[in-house]
């Protein structure tokens, strides 16, 4: 078998992730695995959180990656180079309108996470949900909304969709309704009263 990956050698901010280094060494005596480096796999340990954060409170504890941590031009010449033409790599909304050129930086994005969770966590009903796809921030739901006949409540989340980053999807029974586009917190602010009557 393979050289089993240690926690000593995951992505950090001052090295970039490479598992085709670890296939490039030589395999145990009496083997014959041959271990090819997988771009999927280079973009899960850069993406990975670490130390396992159990169930985060706020959008910051789940920036511990080697994406929210590494320099910037190193994550965007990392992401750019394992995306390619197809440009299905999952990656966090502020990445993905970083390498457009459509944030100044990874820190605004962060700014703008934390403004809506400020925004949403002092307001009674709604609660952050930490899990949502590689790199994510999570989402928030308002809890009010979840009632019957409704299967799913009222959710705020981050897009590279539209400028102003942020979409709100209605509580819903069963398809999910087109998201409602708003212009980060101080948007999210004004159309609360409406959101929260959903």
């Known amino acids: ?50 130390p396992l954060v159990d169930e985060p409170a706020r959008p910051a504890a789940l920036r511990n990656s080697w994406i929210h941590t590494a320099p910037e031009e190193q994550v965007l010449e990392l992401f750019r180079r394992l995306q390619g033409a197809r440009r299905r790599l999952p990656a966090p909304w502020w990445l993905r309108a970083l390498d457009r050129g459509e944030l100044p930086s990874r820190a605004r994005a962060f700014e703008l996470e934390d403004e809506v969770h400020t925004l949403l966590t002092g307001r009674p009903g709604w609660v952050f949900v930490p899990w949502r796809a590689l790199g994510e921030v999570g989402y928030w739901e308002y809890g009010p909304s979840d009632r019957g006949p409704m299967k799913a409540p009222t959710t705020v989340l981050f897009t590279d969709q539209h400028p102003g980053w942020v979409h709100v999807f209605a509580a819903h029974r069963d398809t999910s309704p087109l998201p409602v586009p708003v212009d980060r917190a101080p948007g999210l602010l004004s159309a609360l009263p409406q959101i929260e009557s959903w």
Do not use: Y
């Open 1 to 50: 078998m393979g050289e089993m990956v240690r926690s000593a050698e995951r992505p950090t901010a001052q090295a970039q992730p490479d598992p085709a280094r670890r296939s490039r060494q030589h395999p145990r005596p009496g083997t014959d695995v041959h271990l090819e480096p997988v771009p999927r796999l280079e973009w899960s340990l850069a993406t990975e959180i670490h």
